[in-house]
């Protein structure tokens, strides 16, 4: 996980039918990008956390008007997404630290 770029979700545009759950991560030194396994849900304008050497996908859009309370975590040793705890109330546009 060190040393890498990842990218997750999002969308092409902003109209109603375009978030993704896609996932990707680089390696600056191997000059490509690789495809990761999708997340569980779209999500757009929501945070992402490293802990404990997994990433974690907290809130965010799933449509222009639906925030999520979801939290997604993903694992690098399997390449896989599981929800976790979600969040006490929806939320999308937030910051997070760890």
Known sequence: MVGKLYVFGGCYDYYKDDVMKSAYSDDPGQDSWKRLADMQEFRSNFSVVVHEERLYAIGGDEEISTN???VEMYNPDTDSW????????????????S
């Open 82 to 97: 599981s929800f976790v705890q979600p969040l006490d109330q929806a939320l999308s546009g937030h910051a997070v630290t």
């Open 68 to 70: 999520l309370d979801s």
